[in-house]
């Protein structure tokens, strides 16, 4: 399909006027070329025409963003009305502003929509114009790009506010319970892990549907957000024969992993040593995630093992840490320092991205991670280039968290194109993933990719030649991931241009929920009610059997002098005729699975015993026949007794 059809497929019809006008420009380039050759002239009104568009195109979204601005801020206001005058707080006007932010959520998933269509079809119209007429457009237009930008996602902002606000009215005016800072304890629980990659059309969207059923995990609730905030910065190391790396990929019994992380900025004074260990031989084979926080000033002498694991426990102590915190953190920094002093690692790769982690904070069982912007960047001396001052240091000094890094040298530096989901849900509690994120995984918005590691993706782009082996989704990248939209999947609107949420009006989804809620209950007390009703027929019946047991053990038993003619009793009559009660037990499936186990078995035995007999039939002389006979009636009575016994069972 050709991009000019294309775009016309993705445009947003109240917007049509706003988006760049691409066969315009491709028309001019045509038209122009046609006529006769491309002079300079050309080249000024064509580059004129398109500075024009891309003007258009930053206004409109600047001024949308300024409108969803105001409209987040009247919702805030609105909803901090209803919180201090308990009189007006009621479900329905909550009800009304969690429409009203659904209303802006969308808004915000249309404007990213437009921003993302229209930078790509400048890039394209660039592109066809470098290509007609053998000059190098794309590279003096940079400069505008840059003053006016459009490749950056920046309605993160907005979403976090727009989750925060939602979480309000989705609680009736109250906060979230617990507290959001548990999210990052994530060492306490076994996690079952899924990965997914995420085209840059899909990502607000993805954002948005997940938004609409877990809030966005904020750390620090005290501080007003910013977009630093999500920054994650990841140091990796390893040694020059890439041993960690190859334990990684090869899933070798306790394989390592060692990172340096820290969030926010670059000045940020705690730097956290984590270490994932695969199969870890003192948790019995199970793999974890261990880490502990020192001070950026400290991680030099970390690393050369002048600050010691007893020293961190000491300053652990003098902190008021628990005694048990305490001793993990001195086994953690003493693997981290041995593996350091003998497998001789160094830095390697800087991993960068920004990450909007979705988790109730009082409830940890399902957390969603999304990380964009990923980029990967050279730490390393092995080209006897020295990119860390002094080379001793941990880190490169020369990089902050400016994405896209324009200052690095393209050889230093990889950007990923995709954003990474990642799944989290405690399987030790027997946590099933919740219907709506089994629908978004299995829609066309994400691309699950197994097992992907940001360090082994980054490590095999750099150093190539010098790995033996290299990872299996390298291959995925060749192809376009993005997948035909499917119907009543994700955010879309109606004719009207009403918000649908999986082809579902969002009332309509609320209502739907509150009935599953309600049906839940009545469920639950129906088994309550039948349970209780199962406990008085079983009372009913022991004292039923009581009386039975009275009647027959009497001295002088009425049954033995009765004669015809003689009245009887109701009494009597009832006991004699409920002398055997009947009561339906609820058989597991497994019972008879057993029992078919068993059954078979027995067959199996039955048929290598016909084998000898067979054998000893045809080929043996009169006593081996005679044998064989013998054997053959063994066969048939094991068989039909194996038989007589399943019935048995069964029944």
């Not at 920046?154 to 925060?164: E, K, L, N, Q, T």
């Not at 670059?266 to 260990?277: D, G, H, P, Q, W």
């Not at 652990?316 to 003493?334: D, L, M, P, W």
């Not at 739907?512 to 007390?525: F, G, I, L, T, Y």
């Amino acid at each position: 399909m050709k991009y000019g059809q294309e775009l016309q497929q993705n445009i947003f019809s109240p917007w049509r006027l706003s988006y760049i006008s691409y066969d315009i420009l491709k028309k001019e380039l045509k038209i122009r070329q046609l006529d006769h050759g491309w002079t300079d002239k050309d080249e000024s009104d064509f580059t004129n025409l398109l500075d024009n568009e891309l003007t258009k195109v930053y206004d409109f979204v600047n001024a949308k963003l300024s409108e969803i601005d105001a409209r987040i801020l009247y919702c805030e206001r609105t909803i901090q009305t209803l919180q201090k005058n308990p009189s007006v707080s009621s479900d329905a006007n909550y009800g009304i502003m969690d429409e009203a932010l659904t209303e802006i959520l969308f808004d915000v998933n249309d404007l990213s929509r437009f921003t993302r269509v229209n930078f790509v079809a400048i890039q394209k119209i660039l592109k066809k114009h470098d290509k007609w007429t053998g000059l190098n457009l794309k590279h003096d237009f940079v400069n505008k790009l840059r003053e006016k930008p459009l490749d950056k996602q920046r309605f993160d902002v907005a979403i976090i506010y727009i989750s925060a606000l939602h979480d309000i009215c989705r609680n009736r005016g109250k906060q979230s319970p617990g507290n959001s800072a548990s999210g990052g304890d994530q060492n306490a629980f076994e996690r079952a892990t899924a990965k997914y990659w995420i085209h840059p059309d899909n990502i607000t969207e993805v954002k948005a549907i997940i938004m609409l059923h877990l809030p966005v995990l904020i750390f620090n609730k005290d501080k007003k957000y910013e977009p630093s905030d999500s920054a994650v910065s990841s140091i990796y190391f390893d040694n020059t024969n890439f041993d960690l790396y190859t334990g990684r990929l090869q899933r070798d019994e306790e394989a390592e992993a060692i990172r340096f992380r820290w969030y926010g900025p670059i000045n940020s004074t705690s730097v956290f040593i984590e270490r994932k260990t695969h199969h870890a031989s003192w948790l019995d084979g199970a793999s974890v995630k261990d880490r502990f926080r020192i001070k950026e000033h400290q991680v030099n002498q970390f690393m050369t093992g002048i600050y010691t694991a007893d020293q961190i426990a000491e300053d652990q102590k003098k902190a008021g840490t628990e005694a048990s915190t305490v001793e993990n953190v001195r086994f953690i920094a003493t693997g981290v320092q041995k593996s350091f002093k003998e497998k001789n690692i160094e830095p390697m790769i800087r991993a960068f991205y920004n990450r909007t982690a979705f988790q109730l904070p009082d409830n940890q069982r399902v957390r969603i991670s999304l990380d964009t912007d990923l980029t990967f960047i050279r730490e390393d001396h092995l080209d006897s280039l020295t990119r860390r001052q002094p080379t001793y240091n941990w880190r490169r000094n020369d990089v902050g968290i400016d994405y896209p890094f324009s200052h690095v040298k393209d050889g230093d530096i990889l950007r990923f194109p995709y954003a990474v989901l990642e799944t989290k849900l405690q399987t030790h509690l027997g946590q099933e993933p919740p219907a709506w994120l089994n629908s978004l995984v299995e829609s066309h918005l994400v691309h699950e990719v197994p097992r992907f590691s940001k360090y082994l993706h980054g490590a095999c782009h750099f150093y190539r030649e010098r790995l033996p082996l290299l990872p299996w989704w390298l291959a995925e990248l060749n192809v376009d991931i993005r997948k035909p939209r499917a119907e009543n999947i994700g955010l879309t609107r109606s004719r009207s241009f009403k918000p649908l949420i999986d082809g579902k009006y969002r009332r309509a989804m609320i209502e739907e929920k509150e009935r599953a809620n309600q049906q839940a209950v009545v469920q639950s007390s129906e088994k309550k009610s039948k349970k209780a009703k199962g406990s008085s027929v079983e009372k009913e019946i022991k004292q039923k059997k009581e009386s039975i047991h009275k009647f027959f053990n009497k001295k002088n038993d009425k049954s033995d002098d009765l004669e015809i003619g003689t009245p009887v009793t109701g009494e009597e009559f009832e006991n004699n005729t409920n002398k055997r009660q009947k009561v339906k037990v609820r058989v597991e499936p497994k019972v008879f699975f057993a029992n078919e186990r068993t059954f078979i078995a027995w067959l199996q035995f039955c048929a290598l015993l016909l084998t000898v007999a067979l054998n000893l039939l045809n080929f043996g002389d009169m006593i081996s026949r005679t044998v064989g006979g013998i054997f053959i009636g063994l066969s048939a009575g094991i068989a039909i007794y194996a038989l007589y016994r399943f019935e048995k069972r069964a029944w």
